[in-house]
């Protein structure tokens, strides 16, 4: 399975990416908003892929996929819950050398695709750090709404949602 969108090209992330994803969520500059500025541990890692994101892909049909582009991986993006009571919200994390290049809503369009292929829900959710002004800035461009905010564990949260109803579609294919 596969999203293609424009300049992008999406798979299901598997276990031979463990190296890569320790990796690329280590960097200071992607854990920063994602993991509280902590790194996961390479067992850690391999948990997640192989639990949570593979019981995501058996059970639910989604959950995180590869961001390539031009065949090599710059970052990762899908579905994931967070939160308690948990929420399925849209994600995505690239690697800072091709930050500011669009890749991110680029990959989050691609992956919106897919859930309302996929799904039968009615909005999608997101949430970041309120610091974490370029993904806000993101969000915001892909037609997502602050809906609250809430405490979070180093920063306030932001929470958005965005009506599944709109086209996403210009340019993206999904093939199974």
């Given amino acids: 399975m596969r999203i293609v969108t424009p300049r992008l090209a999406l ?10 994803l320790t990796g690329l969520d280590a960097l200071p500059e992607v854990r920063r908003y994602l ?6 541990t390479s067992e850690e890692t391999a948990e997640l892929i192989t639990g ?6 058996e059970e639910e049909g989604l959950g995180l996929f590869v961001v390539e582009h031009e065949a090599a991986a710059i970052g990762w993006a899908g579905f994931w819950y967070f939160h308690e009571p948990r929420v399925r919200e849209v994600a995505y994390a690239l690697h800072p050398s091709a930050w500011g290049r669009g890749f991110a809503g680029e990959s989050a369009r ?6 309302m292929a996929r799904l039968n829900d ?24 602050e809906t609250r905010r809430s405490p979070g564990p180093a920063h306030e949260t932001v ?4 009506p599944a109803n709109l086209a996403l579609a210009d340019g993206i294919r999904i093939d199974d």
Avoid: Q
């Fill in 11 to 20: 798979r299901p992330l598997v276990v031979r990416d463990l190296a890569w």
């Fill in 35 to 40: 993991f509280d500025d902590r790194a996961l």
């Fill in 52 to 57: 949570p994101n593979a019981r995501l892909w």
């Fill in 110 to 115: 691609g992956v919106m695709a897919f859930g």
């Fill in 122 to 145: 009615l909005e999608f959710r997101a949430s970041t750090d309120a610091p974490n002004v370029a993904s806000i800035r993101v969000l915001e461009r892909l037609g997502f709404t």
């Fill in 159 to 162: 929470h958005f949602s965005r």
